[in-house]
């Protein structure tokens, strides 16, 4: 275990060192090279002293005075100077090694000031509080790109967060009705000596709805969970197939309800994705079109590609749905009065548009009360851009060019 300070092992401690000895190597060699530059342009030798002889008129030497010789004199004042500008050059190299210490101390306080508001900010958010967000200010470098991609991340997670709070809180209410008309019924009739035959028979077939009901909304939460879990594995996925698969798998319901499945699809059409899922998806259109289309329609199951796009189409002849009730189709839990009425759980559609949504697409809804309803679902081709998505209906043009 490391015993120096805590300090020592932080971003700062390090900018500082690099600030501060980038700064005093800096002036080292700016020193260095002035002080070269001077030894070389003057002359540096050991200077002598002279002396003259003094005499007097009989000749007699009285002392010796010394001579003072402009070269000598020259040569000893540049060995002084050089002499005193290395002194003075190392006590300044000192004196800028503490100032740059300190300098690059400040200056990296100033540069990590962002990251300290980020790090604040992080450590406050709880899972159960996704509100807090950093909103860092300042000219927009790396550190605000970092903290606007960090809000941004936050705001999917409360989004996320939320709709997992809201799905338990619909999930919880729509479970909590079947369990207590089974638990009604058990105790009340099937449980009671005293019940008839006829009651029980009725209070089990009551009991097989409440099940069955509960079955779709597990199986529908399920599919939910399944499409936001990380091990799925995306691959090539040819669109038609898939449409294929969904209809084959609901013919014979459809034959039951007197229904005939027209196909109009066209293979080759890829796209990156989970194949299971986007069966469900169609699946779940068909299973909406065969309980509400009546005996004897048409239902039209369509693929095709326009642009970068491709489109899966489901059209059925039920009662369609009036424009208020449109927008709040792929709501969780929503239900129209038809869905209502045979205790439909409402998820289907809401967990078409989140497959269709995770895969980069989108779904649209054309409908039209007592004419029908047509979906369709736009799918981005392999390989293709993220071109606006086309306003129109699809199946009505794939129809005109049959015809």
Known sequence: MSRLPAFVHTIRFRLTVLYSGLLFVLAALVLGGIYYTIALSTEQRDFTKEYAQVVNKRGDVLRQQQVVVVEEVQNAINVKTLAALQRYSFVALGGLFVASLGIGWVLSGRVLRPVRSITRTAAEIQATDLTRRIRLEGPKDELRDLADTVDTMLDRLEDGFRAQRQLIDDASHELRSPLAIIRANVDTVLNSPDSTEEERVH????????????????????????????????????????????????????????????????????????????????GNLLSNAVRLAPPGSEIGVASGRTEDWIWVAVRDAGPGLPDEDQPRVFDRFWRGETSRRDRHTGLGLAIVRQIVESHGGHVRLFSQVGVGSTFVLWLPGRGAGSGQLPGHNPFERAGAARR
């Open 203 to 282: 209070a089990a077939a009551i009991v097989d709805r409440a099940t069955t009901r509960m079955t779709r909304l597990v199986e529908d939460l399920l599919a939910t969970a399944r499409r936001t879990a990380p091990a799925l594995a995306d691959a090539d996925v040819d669109v038609g197939a898939v449409a294929a698969e969904a209809a084959e798998e609901f013919n014979r319901l459809a034959e039951a309800r007197a229904l005939r499945i027209d196909r109009r699809l066209v293979s080759g059409l890829v796209t990156i994705g989970d194949h299971d899922a986007l069966r469900r998806a169609v």
